[in-house]
């Protein structure tokens, strides 16, 4: 069975600092997608990346990183020099090859004070 | 390109009742998958509908059903609703057309459901 975690329940920053949210999958497929979104509190999911199991290349997007890593089944996600509008609950997800379903970790309330 | 949207956006039954709610793709998508979101069980997928046919499920009771429409609008519908059924529904849409899945879902703006 295919499982998320996410560790941080909260993580609480000032502005301007660097913030990283961890993410650890299990999965005993050889092919698997893995993904970040983020929901303001508006309640919409918003999609920032999607990454297959064969690119373990880190991904940087502006101030997004990622950073891959199958030897310790980890997804992670850096956001440099954080700003308010950051502020948000930030979901990894995992999707098998049997179907479109994801499996969410618990997520990871961000909040970055001025 | 417009995003999913879902209606209602707010809605408040008591227990016992039954309610619908509907969730329009991006257009050229014709995947569409629902999700259930609580502060207690996390983001829960419901099910996964592609050229009217459900194609995936989740593990939820028989009083959580489904459809799509030939322009691959979603129906969802919850029967004999009880006090835990009270949450965000989020709707998803894909292009469906990665069999092997791993797909990006883009999101509508979710369905509240309050059941008192």
């Known amino acids: 069975a295919q499982k998320v975690t996410q560790a941080q329940t909260e993580i609480s920053v000032v502005e301007k600092e660097d913030v990283t949210l961890d993410c650890v999958y299990e999965?005993?497929?050889?092919?698997?997608?893995l993904f970040w979104y983020k929901q303001p509190p508006s309640g919409e999911l918003v999609f920032l990346i999607r990454r297959n199991s064969f690119d373990e290349q880190n991904e940087i997007s502006g101030r997004y990183s990622w950073n891959f890593q199958k030897s310790t089944s980890s997804f992670n996600f850096t956001i440099t020099a954080s700003q308010v509008v950051d502020s948000a609950v930030y979901f990894c997800a995992l999707s098998e090859t049997s179907g479109s379903r994801l499996t969410f970790g618990e997520g990871t309330q961000l909040t970055v004070n001025p | 390109k417009a995003g999913v949207t879902q209606t209602p956006r707010y809605l408040i039954k008591t227990r016992g009742q039954q309610v619908t709610l509907s969730c329009s793709p991006i257009s050229g998508h014709r995947s569409v998958s629902w999700y259930q979101q609580t502060p207690g069980q996390g983001l829960q997928f419901l099910f996964e509908?592609?050229?009217?046919?459900?194609?995936n499920k989740g593990n939820f009771p028989g009083r959580f059903s489904g459809r799509q429409f030939s322009n691959s609008r979603s129906e969802m519908n919850v029967s004999t609703l009880e006090l835990g059924d009270s949450a965000l529904y989020l709707c998803?849409?894909?292009?469906?057309?990665?069999?092997?899945?791993?797909?990006?879902?883009?999101f509508g703006p979710g369905t509240r459901l309050l059941v008192l």
């Open positions: 509908y592609f050229s009217e046919t459900q194609r």
């Open positions: 999965t005993r497929d050889t092919t698997y997608y």
């Open positions: 998803a849409s894909s292009l469906g057309t990665q069999l092997g899945g791993g797909e990006t879902q883009y």
